[in-house]
């Protein structure tokens, strides 16, 4: 049985209150904290830096809080973001001089790494740093922006990486972003992922005083895939 992990993002979140947008999806069942990193020159977007991380921490945050760096270049960023308390830093390829090197300096930094792969992307990378890198993240959608639909043609990428993963023997989880919802999850499941970063999924939902607003989408998310298993 894997071991199926949600990823929130909060790109989606409420920003006003973003420390208590992560503890109450948290208490609802999520798994990872996901960041989405945007530097408006990598992709076309702005979003938030180590300044946000390091918060969420004194904060008291203590799930696992996962990096995704759409930034370029990366190496100069990555320590930042380890000092402020990211657990896993997974980068795009095509941001890195010298992607082993970049893969290092995460490890070395206290972190978990990992490779981002878009969806016009090819696995080549993967050839000769499998035994560098501790997350694999397929995009689902092209970055740069929440809320868009997932692409179908991911369903198969998701189960090349798999086998990859599987034939390997090394202890890589298989992550996906974009799109995600209680409607495909299981699908997505299926082809091979093990982590799923969904924003727009999870906190789009209707926003009150009810610290428990996120319960039903979460056990709807965690009931399919138990359900699939």
Same mark, same amino acid.
């Given at each position: 049985?894997?071991?199926y ?59 696992? #809080? ?11 960023? =990555?320590?930042?973001? /380890?000092? +402020? $308390? %990211? ?30 792969f ?42 090349s ?10 202890? #890589?989880?298989?992550?996906v ?7 495909? =999850?299981?699908?997505? /499941?299926? +082809? $091979? %992922? ?19 607003r ?11 895939l138990?359900?699939?298993?």
């Open positions: 049985m894997r071991d992990q949600i990823a929130p993002s909060i790109l989606a979140a409420d920003f006003a209150k973003l420390g208590e947008e992560v503890d109450n999806v948290l208490a609802s069942g999520a798994d990872i904290v996901h960041f989405d990193v945007m530097d408006n020159h990598y992709v076309p977007n702005l979003t938030i830096g180590p300044l946000v991380c390091e918060a969420l921490r004194n904060h008291g945050v203590k799930a696992p #809080i996962d990096v995704h760096l759409m930034v370029k270049p990366v190496d100069r960023i =990555i320590p930042d973001f /380890a000092s +402020a $308390g %990211a657990s896993y830093i997974t980068f795009h390829p095509e941001a890195s001089e010298h992607i082993d090197r970049s893969l290092a300096l995460i490890r070395e930094s206290g972190c978990r790494s990992g490779l981002v878009n969806p016009a992307t090819s696995l080549n990378y993967l050839d000769h740093v499998l035994d560098k890198v501790d997350m694999i993240l397929l995009m689902s959608v092209n970055p740069g922006f929440g809320g868009q639909s997932f692409i179908p043609s991911t369903l198969d990428k998701l189960r990486v798999r086998q990859i993963i599987d034939d390997s023997g090394f202890d #890589i989880r298989l992550e972003d974009g799109g995600v919802k209680v409607d495909n =999850i299981a699908q997505i /499941a299926q +082809a $091979g %992922a093990d982590t799923f970063v969904s924003g727009s999924g999870i906190f789009s939902q209707a926003r009150d005083d009810d610290p428990n996120y319960d039903s989408i979460l056990k709807k998310m965690r009931d399919v138990v359900n699939y298993v």
